[in-house]
């Protein structure tokens, strides 16, 4: 039995689907590991995080939740 257009349609795009879920759940799980760093930063008497930086003023964290920003923006 021929299948109809809509299942054929279906059946190509399950594949794409499957890998779209995967990159998200990937992304989901990289942005996860981000926020258990922040959490885990020290904290001042008010409970901002205090986010140390280097003598040329760059910070580590920062750039990366930045580089995973621009990676990611859809």
Do not use: K, Y
Request: charged share 30%; proline share 3%.
């Amino acid at each position: 039995m021929a299948l109809d257009p809509a299942q054929r349609h279906q059946i190509e795009q399950d594949p794409i689907t499957a890998a779209w879920e995967a990159e998200r759940l990937a992304v989901c799980d990289n942005a996860i590991a981000l926020l258990r760093e922040i959490a885990d930063l020290e904290t001042d008497d008010d409970g901002d995080v205090i986010l140390g930086a280097d003598a040329n003023g760059h910070n580590d964290l920062l750039s990366r939740i930045a580089a995973f920003l621009a990676d990611h923006d859809q």
